[in-house]
Each structure stands twice: as C-alpha cells, then as structure tokens.
C-alpha cells in the first residue's frame, strides 16, 4: 500500500524550531519529487515547499522562504522539513504529499499531487 | 504569486448536478488538479489534467477547463460527497511552484 506517515508535530513557542519527518512506504521513493502543504485551522490549503527526487531543485513559499528547509533521505525513504524561527501563523496541520509532474507538448503538461499523508499538527503559543 | 479563486460555497440537491469554478491566470498556462477534502481529514485528489480520475474516484466527478477558468462537476451527488473542494495549479507567475484555490464547501441537501 502507498503510504506517507508524517510525525514531529507538536507546540512549540514562538521563535522555536521544529523538525517534521515523512515517512513513505509502499512506492519507490527516490523517483518521486515531494511536497510540504499546510492548512492553518479553519483555512484552505496553502502549498509550503517542494524538493526534487534527486534533492537539487528545492522551492519554498514566500511565506517560509529563509526560515524553513526541506530536505530529504532516500536511502531511508524520508522527506524532512526542518522548520526554525517559528511564528504563531505558522501554526497549522502540515502535510507531506506526493508529486506528479509529466507530459509533453502534445498530450500537455500534467501537474498533481497524488498521495497525501494525514498530515502533523504544529502549535506555535507562549 | 497568482491566485486561484473559488467560490466559497454551494449546494446541492441530492442526485443532481453540481459544478464549482475556480479562476485565475494560471490556468491559461497549467491544468488544473481538484482535492476533495472531509472534516478532519486529508484532501484527496479526485480530479487531475485535462479530465482524469484516479482510481477509486467515482465517475460521476468530472473535469473541463475553458481560458482561465477550471471547472468540477459532479453529477448525481450523493451525501458523501459533502466536502471542502481545493483546485491547484502550477503557478504561472514564477513566484511560487504550486497555487491552491481558496476552496470551496459542497453541501448535499
């Protein structure tokens, strides 16, 4: 079964850190490049970060961009989002979920992601 | 980053039809994808590319994108169907990878 379980979450205060691990199972990780989103409650889904298959292409959201890095190991099936200098707006349910990037010029280019985890709460309060 | 526009909610009646929109300039470069997601739950993927349903989605879901609009329709809802809907898309302004809709509340009546 093609599985993502994600863990690390918790409270955490204000300018804190926090490392979320997921863990996949089930697919040939290292083929897939990965992605990080989040849903703060009560808010729709805001995408936080992407990292390649190989790990040398990474993006991240402006709002994240220079605090959090995305990392992954393939040898141990893992995607890492080491999160630093933690805000309450950071406060959120964070999901790691699978990438589909394919296509070409004639059958068009196709952009998804497939396969979510259930996802780790992260609580940013004094 | 661009921004991909849904509105907030709608109903439906029990068995018919229900499609919900989502708009932005990035769809007049990418696909749109469409999550389905229950209270306390994972959003699912139920629509992705052109018109395509993984497997396990029932087919009554169904995609079409016209200009700068993505469309989910839903044929026959039924109860279960009841859910938060997300479209996605790669974001054509460069600023961002990935751009989420601002979701939409399905209600079955």
């Known amino acids: 079964e093609v599985q993502l379980v994600e863990s690390g979450g918790g409270l955490v205060q204000p300018g804190g850190s926090l490392r979320l691990s997921c863990a996949a199972s089930g697919f040939t990780f290292s083929s897939y490049e990965m992605n990080w989103v989040r849903q703060a409650p009560g808010k729709g889904l805001e995408w936080v970060s992407y990292i390649s298959s190989s790990g040398s292409t990474i993006y991240y959201a402006d709002s994240v961009k220079g605090r959090f890095t995305i990392s992954r190991d393939n040898a141990k099936n893992s995607l890492y989002l080491q999160m630093n200098s933690l805000r309450a707006e950071d406060t959120a349910v964070y999901y790691c979920?699978?990438?589909?990037?394919?296509?070409?010029?004639?059958?068009?280019?196709?952009?998804?992601?497939?396969?979510w985890g259930k996802g780790t709460t992260v609580t940013v309060s004094s | 980053s661009s921004e991909l526009t849904q509105d907030p909610a709608v109903s439906v009646a029990l068995g018919q039809t229900v499609r919900i929109t989502c708009q932005g300039d990035s769809l007049r470069s990418y696909y749109a994808s469409w999550y389905q997601q229950k209270p306390g739950q994972a959003p699912v993927l139920v629509i992705y590319g052109k018109n395509n349903r993984p497997s396990g989605i029932p087919d009554r879901f169904s995609g079409s994108s016209s200009g700068n609009t993505a469309s989910l329709t839903i044929t026959g809802a039924q109860a279960e169907d009841e859910a938060d809907y997300y479209c996605?898309?790669?974001?054509?302004?460069?600023?961002?990878?990935?751009?989420f809709g601002t979701g939409t509340k399905v209600t079955v009546l």
């Open positions: 996605n898309s790669r974001d054509s302004s460069g600023n961002h990878l990935y751009v």
């Open positions: 979920a699978r990438d589909q990037s394919w296509g070409d010029i004639l059958t068009g280019y196709y952009y998804y992601m497939d396969v």
